[in-house]
Antibody, heavy 122, light 112 residues
Framework: EVQLVESGGGLVQPGGSLRLSCVAS????????MTWVRQAPGKRLEWVAN????????FCVDSLKGRFTISRDNAKSSVYLQMNNLRAEDTALYYC???????????????WGRGTLVGVSS | EIVMTQTPLSSPVTLGQPASISCRSS???????????LSWLQQRPGQPPRLLLY???NRFSGVPDRFSGSGAGTEFTLKISRVEAEDVGVYYC?????????FGQGTTVEIK
């Protein structure tokens, strides 16, 4: 069974940093692109970033470039989201999700974790 | 950025009756590889999103056949043939043809 479990969320002051983690199980993690998606309270889903199965390619929404970085450790079956200089508008539930099939460019998100909550407030 | 617009935003439905949600993209969703990467997701109250359909009309594993998708170009539709109580939630369309991937604003399906 595919499982994705996010952690690392919490309450942080504006300007602070957090590192989110997502541990995967039930599939060969090193074969799949992975994605972070977030959902602010009462808002639509927002794609954040993708990372290729070997980490050689990364894509991030333009508005977050320079502050958010996606990475992965295949030995630990984990994908990460480093978030720096956090702002109030980054308050959201952050989900990690898995691409459809191994080795191919992702075109959907087949499996989702339950999310980890990030709150940015003074 | 491709903007995804859903209608209606709310859909009160009688149990056993059909429901239909439209999704329009601001640009065509045909990728250079020929694929059209339009997905539909369901988010039940208090739950994470769950994939229903991908590439317009392909049902994901375990999704009941009362869910179907259609469309092409910039106009897409999700249909529920007979709404059941477990179908209550918010439905999103999503395009993964072009970065940044984008989502519709969501359509709430509720029981009358």
């Amino acid at each position: 069974e595919v499982q994705l479990v996010e952690s690392g969320g919490g309450l942080v002051q504006p300007g602070g940093s957090l590192r989110l983690s997502c541990v995967a199980s039930g599939f060969t993690f090193s074969d799949y692109w992975m994605t972070w998606v977030r959902q602010a309270p009462g808002k639509r889903l927002e794609w954040v970033a993708n990372i290729k199965h070997d980490g050689s390619e990364k894509f991030c929404v333009d508005s977050l470039k320079g502050r958010f970085t996606i990475s992965r450790d295949n030995a630990k079956s984990s994908v990460y989201l480093q978030m720096n200089n956090l702002r109030a508008e980054d308050t959201a539930l952050y989900y990690c999700a898995r691409a459809p099939y191994p080795g191919v460019r992702p075109y959907s998100l087949f499996y989702w974790g339950r999310g980890t909550l990030v709150g940015v407030s003074s | 950025e491709i903007v995804m617009t859903q209608t209606p935003l709310s859909s009160p439905v009688t149990l056993g009756q059909p429901a239909s949600i439209s999704c329009r993209s601001s640009q065509g969703l045909v990728h250079s590889d020929g694929g059209t990467y339009l997905s539909w997701l369901q988010q039940r109250p208090g739950q994470p999103p769950r994939l229903l359909l991908y590439k317009i009309s392909n049902r994901f594993s375990g999704v009941p056949d009362r869910f179907s998708g259609s469309g092409a170009g910039t106009e897409f539709t999700l249909k529920i043939s007979r709404v059941e109580a477990e179908d209550v939630g918010v439905y999103y369309c999503m395009q993964a043809t072009q970065f940044p991937w984008t989502f519709g604003q969501g359509t709430t399906v509720e029981i009358k």
